[in-house]
């Protein structure tokens, strides 16, 4: 992938034309919805307070049925059981009063067999109230945040092998369509199963997305520009999604809402691929120059500066693409410098 002239080859291009300016503002765009990607389920999957539901039609007294609900010592009523509806019905119909005829911590508890109630001071509705994921099933709550990373993990294996096989136009784009698409079908999930496979796809696509943005500029980019671009430019950008998240949650406290706007961005970066060039790097890699100066050519038209009659020798540029070396994940561990570094990167994230 690697041509030891390149940066020498498209010198002539200048470090900062409207070229680089222009790519270097629609790669940093197209990161945005990933940030909305990565912590939405701080939102989506938060807890509200909740209690169990006494039925509207159980025929009771308001004080029996405010003394339904049990007192626990450190957490105030109680989440995840009741009274016994069949005793407090009971002691009700004849007519005995709570903490006065009947010790109410005496009645046994039951389960929340008709579900629970929701308090909706903060949130109109959550995955968590719409699939009541509380009590015994509130473990699937983080499980479903471990399987949007489980999708993050497979995307991060699999995107660089793919985009070095394909491309890194056609694989931005696939996987950020992937990642917009599927958020929007995730709005209109029927279950929790159905939502955590959409979600798992969507966490491939998100990263998948992200790496593949980072790695296209950073071949296009020359090296002045490139230290800029994968510190300021992607993580600041990646940044401004985190920051955007929260204040579209203030306003959208119904989690399908609030998904359907996260998903808009990404349908207003697709038209980027008519402004997005291909890796003119990668391009070379395969043996294609003519297409990849044909890159270089309109960018120095941008640029207002001119190409030199060949940018990229055929001779060279057959023996490049005839002498790859290819690599796999097995080289992570190779050596013993590339491994501490490998380590160190698994610990940091």
Partial sequence: MNSPDYDDSTAFLGDWGPFQRNLFILLCFSIIPNGFTGLSMVFMGDTPAHRCRIPAALNITDEWRNASIPLDEESGFSKCSRHRVDIVRNYSERGLLPWVDVNVSDIPRETCKDGWVYDNETYISTIVTEWDLVCSDDWRVPLTTSLFF??????????????????????????????????????????????????????????????????LGMEIFSPSVRDIY???GVCLFFSIGYMMLPLAAYFLRDWRTLLLVLTIPGFFCMPLWWFIPESPRWLLSQGRVDEAEEILRKAAKMNRVKAPEVIFPRHQSKDSAGSLKTYSLCDLVKSTNIRCITVLLCLVW
């Fill in 230 to 232: 994968s510190t300021l």
């Fill in 150 to 215: 489980s999708g993050v993990l497979t995307g991060s294996v699999i995107s660089g092998q793919i985009s070095d096989r394909f491309g890194r136009k056609i694989v931005l784009f696939i996987t950020m369509g992937i990642q917009t698409v599927f958020t929007f079908i995730q709005v209109f999930s029927p279950s929790w199963l159905i939502f955590c496979i959409l979600f798992f796809i969507a966490g491939m696509g998100q990263i998948s997305n992200y790496l593949t943005a980072f790695a």
